[in-house]
């Protein structure tokens, strides 16, 4: 039974990762064609992405806009925790509630609600709207970890605290978030992985004002073909999404040791 899943394991794994190394292929192959004959090693594929005038500017954007939903989605998730933990029966009920809501609408569909919205108040599209479209799905995800990790263990200290007279602030920060800080870091590692990875909000709010995101760059190139520089475009943003994500994966490691 134990060879057959991890038969199973290692086959899934292998599909899954098998589209990046293909992108590897046709990055590194002297074609310049995304071409399976093999005509040599090249780094000029790799030097054409860094090079492109758009390449640096829309990976800049995506992290700034990941940066401002990092640190919104990180506070809102944050009060949100303690509302839910600490909160009357009637407030855990309202967030548990409008997370599900959240976290269940497709990103499609709310952004449109967005758009909708924004341009019956004479709004475009813009950076802000990007934003608050890529919130709505950050921010569920931030909490849920908060929830998970800051729930458990050492509130009995924090309410201790609370209890000798400590400002809620600095009870909190000390006693749980500090002390959980592993999923402090995995909350804010997903929504700046989330905001950086994300196409549906740059495309249906961006606007003409917004900067392009690198999703987006990527994605407008693709609609013709994939060429090798596309592909280490694409390589470049599966580097920055991996790095993004080794807090996450420092949690799953120390849960499960």
């Known amino acids: 039974m134990n060879s057959v899943l991890r038969f199973f394991a290692l086959a899934t794994v292998g599909v899954l990762v098998l589209p990046t190394l293909i992108l590897g292929y046709i990055g590194l192959n002297a074609s310049q064609f995304a071409d399976w ?8 594929s790799f030097l054409g992405a860094i090079r492109s005038p758009q390449f640096v500017p829309a990976l800049l954007s995506s992290l700034s806009r990941g940066v401002i939903v990092c640190v919104m989605s990180l506070a809102i998730g944050l009060v949100f925790t303690v509302a839910y933990l600490w909160g009357a029966k009637w407030t855990r009920r309202m967030i548990g509630g409008a997370l599900v809501i959240l976290f269940a609408c497709p990103p499609t569909s709310y952004c ?7 341009r019956a ?3 475009g599209g813009g950076s802000l709207l990007v934003i608050l479209g890529q ?4 921010v569920p995800l931030s909490t ?8 458990r263990g050492a509130s009995s200290e924090y309410e201790a605290a609370l209890v000798l007279g400590a400002p809620w602030p600095i009870a909190f920060f000390r006693f749980l978030v500090l002390k959980r800080l592993v999923f402090v870091m995995a909350a804010a590692s997903t929504a700046l992985y989330l905001s950086v990875d994300d196409l549906t909000s740059c495309v249906y709010l961006r606007g003409a004002n917004g900067a392009i995101a690198l999703t987006e760059y990527i994605w407008r190139q693709m609609q013709t073909d994939v060429t090798p520089v596309i592909a280490w475009e694409s390589i470049g943003l599966t580097l920055v999404c991996l790095v993004l994500f080794v807090p996450v994966m420092r949690l799953v490691r120390k849960e499960n040791a």
């Open 112 to 118: 449109l609600h967005l758009l909708y919205i924004a």
């Open 37 to 44: 004959e093999f005509a040599g090693l090249t780094s000029d």
């Open 121 to 123: 108040c004479g709004l």
């Open 135 to 138: 919130l709505q799905y950050a």
């Open 144 to 151: 849920i970890l908060l929830v998970a990790g800051l729930g």
